[in-house]
T-cell receptor, first 115, second 115 residues
Framework: DTGVSQDPRHKITKRGQNVTFRCDPI?????LYWYRQTLGQGPEFLTY????????KSRLLSDRFSAERPKGSFSTLEIQRTEQGDSAMYLC?????????????FGPGTRLTVL | AQTVTQSQPEMSVQEAETVTLSCTYD???????LFWYKQPPSRQMILVIR??????QNATENRFSVNFQKAAKSFSLKISDSQLGDTAMYFC????????????FGTGTRLTIIP
């Protein structure tokens, strides 16, 4: 396995701009998760997919946030009209099976800075 | 809310010593999973150890072991013979076994191993 990869690793943007992040899970992992981590805090759940279906979204995921996993492989997380409060590390994780409770494997994250 | 509490924001220990990180959690479920994740500086989060709540035996992974006290809802991590590479943020996390697959994390403990 090559591990979970995320792109870009760092993103600096101006308030009001749109940004899109990509996550490539470990191959054959059916479940994919997005978390947000602010400085000094643990990651907080945003949303997750089983294959291409988005099964749960957190209240943290406002209308400005949208996530997709069109073919059940990679996923994108888009933030529209960014705000300074969106500055955080965005983590992606994947796990291998349908159903059950498997270990989630994390990517390196995308650090977003909104100026 | 299903919370995870880590009451030690920072800890430090001399190399080769043993250190124990504390974690308590809140749940109304009888079966769930508990995890310790390690996040080294500027590196991605990796799984240290995992415990299934229905198993009475404490999990062990080489120098890492847990003390799982189900009645007390306590899940501490013991690191034996600590090494410089153990320096990291350590997050305790839980997940339920019935449909809610998201990880709920504590706020973390910053562990520094002193040479």
């Amino acid at each position: 396995d090559t591990g979970v990869s995320q792109d870009p690793r760092h993103k600096i943007t101006k308030r009001g701009q749109n940004v899109t992040f990509r996550c490539d899970p470990i191959s054959e992992h059916n479940r994919l998760y997005w978390y947000r981590q602010t400085l000094g805090q643990g990651p907080e759940f945003l949303t997750y997919f089983q294959n291409e279906a988005q099964l749960e979204k957190s209240r943290l995921l406002s209308d400005r946030f949208s996530a997709e996993r069109p073919k059940g492989s990679f996923s994108t997380l888009e933030i529209q009209r960014t705000e300074q409060g969106d500055s955080a590390m965005y983590l992606c994780a994947s796990s291998p099976r349908d159903g059950g409770t498997d270990t989630q494997y994390f990517g390196p994250g995308t650090r977003l800075t909104v100026l | 809310a299903q919370t995870v509490t880590q009451s030690q924001p920072e800890m430090s220990v001399q190399e080769a010593e043993t250190v124990t990180l504390s974690c308590t959690y809140d749940t109304s479920e009888s079966n769930y999973y508990l995890f310790w994740y390690k996040q080294p500086p500027s590196r991605q989060m990796i799984l240290v150890i995992r415990q299934e709540a229905y198993k009475q035996q404490n999990a062990t992974e080489n120098r890492f072991s847990v003390n799982f006290q189900k009645a007390a809802k306590s899940f501490s991590l013991k690191i034996s013979d600590s090494q410089l590479g153990d320096t990291a943020m350590y997050f305790c996390a839980r997940i339920s076994n019935f449909g809610n697959e998201k990880l709920t994390f504590g706020t973390g403990t910053r562990l520094t191993i002193i040479p």
